[in-house]
């Protein structure tokens, strides 16, 4: 199956040029590629030459925990969040109201945990916040 047509043929990229770096300059563009959202060296150049800018991506190791933790949180958050669908199904679908009764403690304490991550959710932003309004 042959390749589509381009709309705009002016923006094909259809000419290869072959240039030599050192060692030092190719070790800059690879840094180059693996900061920013670039997939390939070549990219980075058509970059450089275009005069376009290269957004580079920085990762704060110190923030890794604290990130993990608050992926927890969210899955911690989705679980009882289930929980408490399942329960509210239980209960609109039981008639006694004993068994009424059961599933509003069920979800109360399931409120309960939702309140405990919410709190720690609140601290962890609170330390966040410091952090990064720093003066």
């Given at each position: 199956?042959?390749?589509?047509?381009?709309?705009k043929p002016e923006e094909l990229l259809s000419r290869n040029i072959i240039v030599r770096v050192t060692e030092k300059q190719f070790a800059s563009l690879e840094k180059?590629?693996?900061?920013?959202?670039?997939?390939?060296?070549?990219?980075?150049?058509?970059?450089?030459?275009?005069?376009?800018?290269?957004?580079?991506?920085?990762?704060?190791?110190?923030?890794?925990?604290?990130?993990?933790?608050?992926?927890?949180?969210?899955?911690?958050?989705?679980?009882?969040?289930?929980?408490?669908?399942?329960?509210?199904?239980?209960?609109?679908?039981?008639?006694?109201?004993?068994?009424?009764?059961?599933?509003?403690?069920?979800?109360?304490?399931?409120?309960?945990?939702?309140?405990?991550?919410?709190?720690?959710?609140?601290?962890?932003?609170?330390?966040?916040?410091?952090?990064?309004?720093?003066?």
């Open positions: 199956m042959p390749r589509r047509k381009s709309d180059l590629r693996k900061e920013s959202s670039s997939l390939s060296i070549a990219e980075i150049c058509r970059k450089i030459l275009s005069s376009k800018q290269i957004k580079l991506f920085k990762q704060d190791i110190s923030m890794n925990p604290v990130m993990e933790e608050l992926a927890l949180i969210r899955k911690e958050l989705k679980a009882i969040g289930i929980n408490i669908n399942q329960i509210t199904r239980h209960f609109n679908q039981d008639k006694s109201n004993a068994g009424r009764s059961f599933f509003t403690l069920k979800v109360a304490d399931q409120y309960e945990k939702v309140d405990n991550r919410v709190e720690k959710l609140l601290t962890i932003i609170s330390k966040l916040a410091e952090k990064w309004l720093q003066e």
